[in-house]
């Protein structure tokens, strides 16, 4: 391909060099719009990863290959300009590229069995097998004998395989790569579809067939148990990798009680939905967790008709009682004590197994299996309303096996529990309690002058907040909710993880502090309490103060009581995730800088270290490859038209651009010489907008190469000074210019784009030679030099030769710059032949920025 690249760039150049212009000014548009892309991409994900903003890895991947792609073209763009150099940059960007998508390929996934495990088999040990939290029930039965419920685990590797089988995967990552969690009208529509998308799927046959040998075997097991001949139940459990682990996805994922064996399969693929609800792809893409690192296990459990249930924390979570452990308990099932639907018993232990407390709960309601199946809230008998929901016994062994198994796992453990109408107890979870500092007491905020709507509220999460009150009662007023708001809501559910980035603070009415949404409060640091006096009072719209520390609510903003540290204190745990870590690692390889140097001497695509150094060169290189265009041999052959500009130059254009880019306009038969009407390129215009000035002295001598044709005469040779060989030459288009300029003894080179889109225009200027002595050339130099840096240029003087460059600014200032380029080449033509030494190159320099174009000495005639 190179050499066959490299015969058709040399053949055109000597048989048709017009056409290789053509091509390779195509070929420096589309680079710098693969430019223009590759920077934006870029800046997406710097951003990304210095402002921490939480998306999906899948639109960190999406906008990594657009990036990446972008270079690509931009390298391939510059090898169809110089096809007999720079090919090492395509192996450097291929190096680059593999290492960020080794970063962010997603894991290997096994289709392979097993596809169900038991609680007391070894696999269902290990995490990445099962789940969070079947791994830690399986700990619970094999390493300490606790009572866990009869079960089997479906894995995730049943999981790959259902995914797989179904094309999901692709779908699925398609769906979060253009997922944005703070638009909830986007979160909702994205998380439905991919919900119905799960549960259109079909079980693939082998796994369907071991669900239902799993499930045959279980009820086996469970009969022998069974006290009566009702149809046997499962209760059907999410158990996510990473779930329950060092963030707690509390409550996020779906579990689904009271399943009949003919509904299972459906029940798996709900469960498997869940994943995608958007409470959950909340919740992880705000903790910067990946989609692949938390594939779905299911839980297939005996269903426990349950007298009682709830919830043990072994330790205190504000730090007020490090010894202390706390017991939750609520008639029926315990999904009214996680939901926060019911105010549970609250049973404190000491380390000694003394209770400490006993406290009743308003249970004037019970979670309990429907009739059919699922669950339904069924009114509590009078008279066991306020009384305790929990024996003396069951908590002294609550206490000790909870215990147990904290010392086990080396950290304090927050654990659901279910007490069964036989009077026999159960473990149903277990997983790490994320337990907070207590924050600091603020003086004097109980002063008399301060009256508080609300009092006495339990701490869920310390802190302090002020906000516009807001009222949610109803799951679809979460989208309503303003930015820093302090919310009050009649229990915790855990679908408000949707929209906790928009709150300042809650106030719960009913519940817990041992609720999901009162662990997915302490995690993100969301102040709150619950069961406050006076919530009645609260309205929508008021200003309030929410200080968690005291259980209280006071009206307006009281800023005394706030400090620098109040309110949320989340902000460590999305920064220390996997998507930073590996945003930080694309940065390193997409974003750093090596070659900011044009000029250095190792500026070379072996000096790459970044796909930004590729970018930077290939740009720099393809802007030199094309300022220097007009100096080559070849350049101003065929189909180069004079143009007539009204001065007395010689001046000769070539038109590379086509349609609306055309740098003349249509022009009737075959005409070789035009005037200034024909010329539609802008930026040329305005150059010749500014030679034309008229206070600019143009005397009768013709400006052509005169140094060239000097050399050709004094040699013995005949030729006519009109010749196009000593002509200036332009190649054109309607935005883009490249001229060299050939002005007596000296000789001018202006590369430009004059576009619309201002990120891609520039203007690269050279200035060199002179027919005056070597003084009077510097002091033209420094001249000029001062007047290209006072209308914006920046410039860089060596001797009599001058380079500048502009970049990044709109159309109309590129003109405006143009024009008084022109005025100053023109002012400037013999300037070298009557400076003299002394003169005051500054008061030069100002004069003309003053609007004095002609320095000529006065001759007196």
Not at 55 to 69: I, K, M, N, P, Q
Not at 689 to 700: N, T
Request: aromatic share 10%.
């Amino acid at each position: 391909m190179l050499i066959k690249n490299l015969f058709r760039h040399w053949t055109y150049q000597v048989f048709a060099p017009g056409t290789v212009l053509r091509e390779k000014y195509e070929a420096f548009k589309r680079l710098l719009g693969h430019d223009r892309a590759a920077h934006e991409h870029l800046a997406v994900l710097e951003d990304l990863y210095y402002n921490q903003r939480q998306v999906d890895l899948e639109f960190v991947v999406r906008t990594y290959e657009a990036f990446s792609g972008a270079v690509a073209d931009m390298v391939q763009e510059l090898l169809a300009m110089c096809p007999n150099g720079y090919w090492s940059l395509k192996d450097y960007h291929k190096k680059f590229d593999f290492y960020v998508r080794f970063i962010l390929a997603p894991p290997k996934f096994d289709f392979s069995p097993p596809f169900i495990l038991t609680l007391e088999q070894d696999l269902c040990l290990n995490e990445d097998n099962v789940g969070g939290k079947a791994a830690v029930l399986s700990r619970l039965k094999q390493a300490l004998g606790l009572p866990v419920p009869q079960g089997f685990v479906i894995t995730t590797r049943a999981f790959h395989l259902f995914m797989e089988a179904g094309n999901l995967y692709p779908f699925v990552r398609q769906q979060l790569a253009a997922l944005d969690i703070d638009e909830p009208a986007n979160l909702a529509a994205t998380a439905l579809t991919i919900e119905k998308a799960v549960l259109a799927a079909s079980l693939p046959e082998e796994l369907a067939k071991e669900i239902e040998a799993g499930l045959v075997r279980l009820e086996a097991v469970a009969a022998g148990f069974k006290k009566d001949n009702s149809p046997f139940r499962f209760a059907m459990r999410s158990s996510a990798v990473r779930e329950d682990g060092d963030v707690s996805f509390a409550g996020q994922y779906l579990s689904l009680m009271n399943v009949n064996m003919a509904d299972v399969d459906l029940a798996y693929k709900r469960v498997i939905a869940s994943k995608y609800s958007p409470a959950a792809l909340s919740y992880r893409i705000r903790s910067g967790i990946p989609d692949h690192d938390t594939p779905m296990a299911v839980l297939v459990l005996e269903m426990i008709e349950a007298r009682a249930a709830g919830v043990i924390y072994t330790r205190d979570v504000n730090g007020r009682d490090p010894g202390s452990l706390t017991i939750y308990s609520a008639w029926g099932l315990g999904g009214s004590v996680v939901d926060g639907r019911v105010t549970p018993d609250m049973i404190r232990v000491d380390q000694n197994g003394g209770i400490t407390s006993a406290r009743t709960g308003a249970k004037d309601r019970r979670l309990v299996p429907d009739g059919g199946q699922g669950t339904c809230m069924a009114n509590t008998n009078r008279g066991k309303r306020r009384a305790l929901s929990i024996g003396t016994r069951e908590i002294i062994t609550l206490n000790k096996w909870a215990r147990t198994v904290e010392q086990y796992f080396k950290t304090p453990q927050d654990m659901e529990w279910c007490l069964s109408t036989g009077r026999e107890l159960f473990f149903l979870q277990s997983r790490s309690l994320k337990a907070r500092d207590p924050v600091e007491k603020t003086q004097s905020v109980s002063a008399p002058d301060l009256s508080p709507f609300c009092r006495g509220g339990q701490i869920i999460c310390a802190g302090k907040a002020a906000g516009p009150l807001f009222k949610l009662n109803r799951l679809e007023q979460l989208k309503d909710i303003p930015e820093h708001a302090v919310v009050a809501a009649p229990f915790g559910l855990p679908q408000y993880t949707a929209a906790i980035h928009r709150m300042a603070g809650i106030i719960l009415e009913t519940g817990s502090a041992a609720g999901h949404f009162a662990s997915i409060a302490r995690e993100f640091g969301l102040p709150a309490i619950i069961c406050p006096e006076g919530f009645d009072t609260l309205e929508s719209g008021s200003m309030v103060t929410l200080d968690a520390d005291a259980g209280r609510v006071y009206p307006g903003e009281i800023k005394s009581l706030l400090s620098p540290s109040s309110g949320r204190s989340d902000q460590d745990g999305f920064a220390n995730s996997t998507l930073m870590d590996k945003l930080g690692f694309i940065i390193r390889f997409c974003a750093d800088l090596k070659l900011t140097d044009p000029d250095a001497w190792d500026f070379s695509p072996e000096a790459c270290r970044s796909m930004h150094d590729i970018i930077r060169f290939v740009h720099e290189t393809a802007v030199r490859e094309m300022f220097f265009l007009g100096q080559r041999r070849g350049t101003r052959k065929k189909g180069a038209k004079q143009l007539m500009s009204g001065l007395p130059m010689l001046f000769y254009i070539l038109d590379v651009g086509a349609g609306k880019d055309a740098g003349l306009f249509s022009l009737p038969g075959k005409r070789s010489v035009l005037g200034m009407a024909d010329l539609a390129c802008v930026p040329l215009k305005a150059l010749f907008k500014g030679l034309s000035h008229p206070d600019i002295c143009w005397d009768e001598a013709n400006h052509f190469d005169w140094e060239s044709y000097d050399k050709i005469v004094m040699a013995g040779g005949i030729i006519s000074p009109d010749s196009p060989q000593f002509g200036s030459y332009a190649v054109v288009s309607r935005t883009y210019m490249n001229l060299n300029l050939r002005f007596g003894y000296h000789f001018v080179i202006l590369d430009c784009i004059c576009a619309p889109s201002k990120e891609d225009n520039y203007i690269l200027f050279r200035f060199s030679g002179g027919g005056g002595n070597s003084g009077g050339r510097w002091r033209r130099a420094r001249f000029i030099a001062g007047v290209l840096e006072k209308i914006g240029f920046v410039t860089q003087v060596t001797s009599d030769l001058i380079d500048g460059r502009i970049m990044g600014v709109d159309d109309a200032r590129i003109q405006e710059i143009l024009d008084q380029t022109g005025r100053l080449l023109g002012a400037t033509k013999l300037m070298d032949m009557y400076l003299k030494d002394g003169e005051n190159m500054e008061e030069y320099v100002s004069a003309f920025m003053n609007g004095q174009y002609d320095f000529r000495p006065f001759t007196g005639e």
